[in-house]
Every structure is written in C-alpha cells, then in structure tokens.
C-alpha cells in the first residue's frame, strides 16, 4: 500500500508539472490564434 501511495503521488507530481509547463504554452497559442482571428 505505501509503495502504491508513492508512485501515486509521484504520477500527480509529475502531472501537475507537466500542466504547468504545457497549459500557459497551449494558453499563449490559443491566445495568439483569436488575437489573428479577431484582428
């Protein structure tokens, strides 16, 4: 069960990273795509 509990909260470690890398990159690129769709 430790074990487990571990690897879990190093996938939701890694996830989280991983979203705070990818999500403001996928935010700048949506926002750059509406400012040359609206301007």
């Known amino acids: 069960m ?3 509990s571990g690897d ?3 996938l939701l ?3 989280a990273l991983y979203g705070l890398i990818a999500f ?3 935010l ?3 926002s ?3 400012a ?3 301007f």
């Open 28 to 30: 700048g690129y949506v």
């Open 24 to 26: 403001p990159k996928a």
């Open 2 to 4: 430790g074990k487990a």
């Open 13 to 15: 470690f890694a996830f």
């Open 8 to 10: 879990r909260r190093l």
């Open 32 to 34: 750059v795509k509406l």
């Open 36 to 38: 040359d769709f609206l």
